[in-house]
């Protein structure tokens, strides 16, 4: 497994050193990952990626919604690097929805939601690209899922993993971009109750915030 950007437990960046949507603002603790780093390490993330994957037809696959911020960078980078690095390879793209969030935890309850047929995978090096592990449950579901239709492979990219030894299934993905302390983190496309995903930094929510927004 590849390297990955350790976030320390306290390691975070004052709110009033970015641009912070006003509607946001008393609602987050702190920015713990401006989104210029996310860019940097995710163009690292997908040189990597190109130089064990890109060996024959790949296709990406999206986890929807959380996974999108990230997997537009991440298959740009690719794109770019297939065109720059004097080899490539096809590069097509797939998109699952789950589900399995509410509030601040699991239901432990995986929903696929339309985009399941995967038949596309059949015989081709997939790239899982997911936004955050946390439990571990809904990478383990997909998983399951997409090994019924037969890739060649599959390897999984997600943005963070987050440290949470008491209810992780310890599952670790080939590429990570950053671990993350056990905080609930919103912005780059990762949500509380669909709210956040419209803030640029990986931020932590904060007590009003959990509250102002929950269901
Ligand atoms: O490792 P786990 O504990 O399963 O948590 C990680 C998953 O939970 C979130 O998705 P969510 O259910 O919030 O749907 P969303 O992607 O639409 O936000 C996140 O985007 C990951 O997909
Ligand atoms: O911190 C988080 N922020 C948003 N979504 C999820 C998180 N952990 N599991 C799912
Ligand atoms: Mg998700
Ligand atoms: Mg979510």
Redesign the pocket.
Known sequence: MAGYIKIEDDQTFSKQMFCIPQHYEDYLESVMIPKGLILNRTERLARDICRDLCHGPLVALC?????YQFFSHLSEFIINYNGTSGHSVPFSIDFI?????ENDG?TND?KIIGGDDLSSVKGKNVLIV??????????KKLLEVISQFKPAQVKVVSMLV?RTPLR?SSYRPDYIGFEIPDKFVVGY???YN?YF?DLNHICIINKEGIEKYRT
């Open positions: 986890c929807l919604k959380g996974g929805r789950l589900k399995s969030y699991s995986v997911e936004d955050i592990i946390d439990t571990g449950k809904t990478m987050k992780s496309a990762l949500d669909e995903r």
